[in-house]
């Protein structure tokens, strides 16, 4: 089976094109270039390959690859091994939900915008708050956005990160911030969590928004959600919480506690893990700040014979509107992964988000309790949590996870990789862990124990 090159012109074809822009033949479109970067010889290239050739190279590439679909996972710090229904990827892959781009006209796109509007819905719902937009690029993004809202609103420029949030979104709000000149500090407690004692020392008038991560980044539940949040209100601030929608199952709501903005990653929701990407955000916010809000947001309407439609109503982002006028430049809504979000919260349902975190919850903390039986293993934060946490382990964290990883294990995430302030293992539990892959990872971990060494 041979390969042919595609050429979609004829000789004659060119012949007329060279000619129309008046040049005589190809090599003069090139004169610009210099000729000591000029390649006058083929590319270094390997032998043409067949489809099939190709087809099986890339599978033996891939076959490399190591993940949750080959290795029992303790992996999180933020992107989660659940499960995702077969219903979520039968939706997805239709034709004309996967190939569907943004939907600038509505009467072209109404299966679009009413998943996304659906989609807007179950956020505002999980969350209590009264609006939510079309989506964002990752958890990371929207908290930078949020502060992006947070300075638009207060005209303020320092953000202060109560708690430990996740240090990776906190190197995004420092990067896409920084062109309006926005300082963050971190207001963080021995153990990682927030403390509103240490914050209120640090609170004055020109804070924009304080941002909390609940759970924390380590797994921890924040105990003292609303007293973070009447500080924050008290000194004229935002309160920005940063929260796992599958802990929403059984965790109070961020409306109910008081919250201005909440933003978060939705990978959990329906979205495998994709070696990283891509995933989704989720924002929503207090009706007050609705035109503030980035991207856009699709509503319900009726057209002149009163008939149900779906439209884009706001849009802030400054390829549509004034420029000096737009409140970002977030481009475009994750749509795709939007539509799996919103199939797998649709199939979940409120019971089932709810039994989701119990599920999790109840895992967590039976591999929790097992590993702190074990020698020169202890929980490092000995606080609440609900399906992640943080463990000091005998030997360095990294030896134990690159181990693992010949032993059949995606056994943690090292904090150290990430730069967060307090070291060890961070170890996440699903629901798709079984008590037996439990057992023999205690098993797997106790060697450490008996040799002090890997």
Known sequence: MGIHPFLPLTEEERRQM?????????????????EQLRLREPLPLPPQLSEWEAYEYMRRLAACNGGAHTHVCFMGAGAYDHYVPAVVDWIIKRSEFQTAYTPYQAEVSQGTLQSIYEFQSMVCQL???????????????AVAEACM?????TQRRRVLFAGTVHPHY????????SGRQLLCEEVISPDGTASPDLLAERLAEDVAAVVLQQPNFYGTVEEKVQEVGELAHRHGALFVVVADPVSLGI????GAYGADIVVGEGQSLGIPLNFGGPYVGFFAARKQLIRLLPGRIAAITEDVEGRRGFVLTLQTREQQIKRERATSNICTNQGLMMLAATVYMAWLGKQG?????QQC????????ERIAGLPGYEMAIRRPFLREFLVRTPVPAEDIVMKGLANGYLAGVPTRWLGAELEGLLIAVTEKRSRAEMDAFVEFLAQFSRSGSS
């Open 251 to 254: 965790l109070e709501p961020p």
């Open 361 to 368: 919850l109840q895992r967590a903390r039976y591999l929790a």
């Open 149 to 153: 809202v947070a300075f638009a609103a």
């Open 353 to 357: 988000i709810q039994e989701l975190a």
């Open 18 to 34: 060279l000619q129309s822009i008046g040049v005589l033949e190809e090599e003069e479109l090139f004169r610009g270039i210099p």
């Open 127 to 141: 969350t209590a708050m009264d609006v939510a937009n079309a989506s964002l690029y990752d958890g990371a993004s």
């Open 170 to 177: 906190r190197q995004v709000v420092r990067t896409v911030c």
